[in-house]
Nanobody, 130 residues
Framework: QVQLVESGGGLVQPGGSLRLSCAAS????????IGWFRQAPGKEREGVSC????????YYADSVKGRFTISRDNAKNTVYLQMNSLKPEDTAVYYC???????????????????????WGQGTQVTVSS
């Protein structure tokens, strides 16, 4: 069964940290670009960060630049999102998505454009509140 499973969400105080994981099963991530997206209630989906399949190029939304770090461990078939200095406005459901690398022009395009992507996870809730 092909799926992406996110984990690591939860409740954290402002200024705190969380690390989200996106584990793939049923397929290998080696040839896929991966993105993290989030959606808060009443807001449109936002591309948070994306990473290429091969050269390690990354994209970050301005809202998270300098605070979030995306990384991938192909041996573990997992992609991570390290989130530091969390703010209440980071509260959202976070989703990971995978798309075959040859379908992606740039990781920025993957994150910014709203076209369909190959696989999506079920999402993990991140709540930043005191």
């Amino acid at each position: 069964q092909v799926q992406l499973v996110e984990s690591g969400g939860g409740l954290v105080q402002p200024g705190g940290s969380l690390r989200l994981s996106c584990a793939a099963s049923g397929f290998t991530l080696d040839y896929y670009a991966i993105g993290w997206f989030r959606q808060a209630p009443g807001k449109e989906r936002e591309g948070v960060s994306c990473i290429s399949s091969s050269d390690g190029s990354t994209y970050y939304a301005d809202s998270v630049k300098g605070r979030f770090t995306i990384s991938r461990d192909n041996a573990k078939n997992t992609v991570y999102l390290q989130m530091n200095s969390l703010k209440p406005e980071d509260t959202a459901v976070y989703y990971c998505a995978a798309e075959e690398a040859f379908r992606i022009t740039t990781v920025q395009a993957m994150c910014v454009l709203t076209g369909p992507l190959g696989y999506w996870g079920q999402g993990t809730q991140v709540t930043v509140s005191s």
